[in-house]
């Protein structure tokens, strides 16, 4: 088991991507949470197994069909096992 913290910017808020990252984690039956963050990026925190999260993590620098990712950086952590579903916060 892993955590992760992945950050993308581009085109991403406004274009579905939180949807996206939620179906897509909740398919590989990972948790944690999605959101917007106030500077046009968007935050993803993961916990579950590594190749799940990189997977979701190939995934995610794809993004949905209107979204346009830029950059996506991704920290690896010991998970804390906080997270009961994976979710989008605001």
Do not use: C
């Not at 581009?10 to 939180?18: D, E």
């Not at 939620?22 to 990972?30: S, T, V």
């Not at 949470?33 to 968007?42: A, D, R, S, T």
């Not at 096992?81 to 994976?86: I, L, S, V």
Request: glycine share 8%; aromatic share 14%.
């Amino acid at each position: 088991m892993k955590r992760a913290e992945i950050i993308v910017n581009g085109l991403v808020q406004g274009v579905g991507f939180r949807y996206y990252v939620l179906r897509h984690a909740q398919k590989l039956g990972l948790k944690g949470y999605v959101k917007n963050l106030f500077n046009g990026e968007v935050l993803t925190v993961v916990e579950g197994e590594e190749f799940k999260i990189e997977e979701l993590f190939n995934l995610i620098k794809i993004g949905p069909p209107m979204s346009d990712v830029k950059n996506a950086f991704i920290k690896w952590f010991e998970p804390k096992n906080e997270f009961t579903k994976f979710e989008i916060r605001y």
